[in-house]
């Protein structure tokens, strides 16, 4: 129990002990004391427990502590802190997300440490921190704790984990401006001490931002210390460079080489032609269905689309898989998208139905065994499909090195074509300010499009 009531008394020496200079104190009816070896030991304690008498402390009854000095005792480490937060964030938080809260944390949590002297090697640190403490997991009951709480890790991660919670700092201290600027620093840098990518930084950034307000929210900190941290994040630097988008003829023999790659090249070669023609993301590709389509005979066809299937590890979802089954990005749950397709990927939809059919759900696009598509799949066939179809000096650029340059060609093609940008960002399911950072400079090139048109309505032409 806090109190006002307190005496401190004078220190009393007592000859013929290991620690003669006993300073004695009480707190309502409980006496405290503790010794010393010197007397200016106790004369310092002393003065410590008079000036939080003279700053109107409270103490506290049990350990005879000022309320300031009982709150840092009981102030978690940044470790423990962490680990809470982690395991709060994760049962409202998507698969992708928790990966990237882990991601995050297991990057900054070095800078959170007293020492290096006996730390794990990086890579079993890491391996600790990312995948096993801030990893959570539900017990038999349904609560969710710390992976490392719930399975019994590898010896290196259990002794890993064990050096990191004896040597973590408290995350008082962790709030302090040299802390907070050093973990800034370690999220700004990949492991192999380069530059980290700025939207990795500033994604990084806000998990440890969150995490600090998770502490506000907690009562141990009263304000953000990354306000008080002269530190500038890495400029944002999103627009796409288009001198390695592919142009359409470019498109289309990179979508024919993929086809000419043999069976599973043919199955997926429409896969590559719904990232070009109809600008869609490979997460949403991997959840489309014979039902969300529309496919006349001829003529434009329609994907009306409803979800998304974006891949991430199986340790990150609820039932194991290794993609996480959502609706569209930044949507609703139950959103949908309407998307005009025109004749060319109708057709080739049309002939992939007809000849593979769909998998039991529907799906379009399936793996060998009926699952989702990898990653690591189709970049393969791409990978070829570069070698093939470009020119050996086109291939040795970053010219639609990776298949999601076709989306920003297809994008790129609705703008340079006059459609509107409220469209254009409607179609790819951006928004307004995300298609002008990333599209700015060809959405700038149409302004003598935009010009001409202001003339002939100024002439009164029709």
């Not at 800034?184 to 492991?191: F, N, V």
């Not at 459609?419 to 399911?429: C, I, L, M, N, Y």
């Amino acid at each position: 129990m806090l109190t006002y009531d307190v005496d401190i008394w004078s220190i009393r020496a007592r000859k013929n002990r290991p620690k003669p200079f006993e300073l004695r104190w009480r707190v309502g009816a409980r006496p405290h004391s503790r010794s010393f070896k010197l007397k200016v030991q106790a004369d310092g304690r002393r003065s410590e427990l008079l000036a939080a008498l003279r700053n109107r402390e409270q103490f506290d009854e049990d350990t005879g502590l000022p309320a300031s000095e009982l709150d840092a005792l009981n102030t978690p480490t940044w470790y423990e802190h962490a680990v809470a937060y982690a395991v709060m964030k994760w049962p409202k938080a998507a698969a992708k997300h928790r990966a990237s809260i882990a991601e995050a944390l297991a990057t900054v949590t070095p800078a959170f440490l007293s020492t290096t002297r006996g730390a794990p090697e990086p890579e079993v640190l890491r391996l600790a921190l990312y995948a096993w403490a801030f990893r959570a997991t539900p017990t038999d009951k349904g609560v969710f704790v710390s992976r490392s709480e719930a399975e019994e890790p590898p010896a290196e991660v259990v002794a890993a984990l064990a050096w990191v919670a004896k040597h973590s700092v408290k995350v008082t201290e962790a709030a302090k401006p040299e802390r907070t600027r050093a973990a800034l620093d370690a999220l700004s840098r990949k492991l192999n001490g380069e530059p980290a990518a700025d939207n990795t930084a500033n994604r990084k950034r806000m998990v440890l931002s969150n995490a600090m307000r998770y502490a506000i929210e907690k009562g141990v900190l009263s304000a953000n210390p990354l306000a008080r941290v002269d530190w500038d994040p890495p400029a944002k630097d999103d627009e796409v460079d288009f001198r390695y988008v592919p142009n359409p003829q470019q498109a289309a023999d990179l979508i024919a080489a993929v086809r000419e790659q043999g069976p599973r090249g043919a199955h997926l070669a429409p896969f590559f032609g719904c990232l070009y023609y109809a600008a869609m993301r490979p997460s949403e590709i991997a959840a489309l269905t014979a039902a969300d389509c529309r496919l006349p005979e001829s003529g434009w066809g329609e994907l009306v689309l409803a979800g998304s299937r974006p891949e991430v590890g199986s340790g990150w979802t609820d039932d194991g898989a290794s993609y996480e089954q959502r609706g569209l990005k930044r949507r609703a749950r139950r959103a949908t998208r309407p998307v005009p397709i025109p004749p060319v990927l109708v057709g080739m939809l049309r002939e992939h139905i007809k000849t593979y059919g769909t998998a039991e759900d529907g799906r379009l696009f399936r793996a060998a065994r009926g699952g989702r598509v990898r990653s690591t799949e189709y970049c393969e066939v791409w990978d070829r499909a570069r070698v093939k179809a470009l020119t050996k000096a086109e291939a040795a650029t970053p010219l639609a090195d990776v298949p999601y340059s076709l989306r920003h060609a297809g994008v790129s093609l609705w703008i340079n074509s006059g459609v509107d940008p409220v469209e254009v960002a409607r179609r790819a399911g951006h928004s307004l300010t995300v298609l002008f950072r990333f599209y700015a400079k060809i959405l700038r090139g149409q302004q003598a499009l935009a010009n001409d048109l202001i003339d002939k309505g100024l002439r009164g032409d029709q």
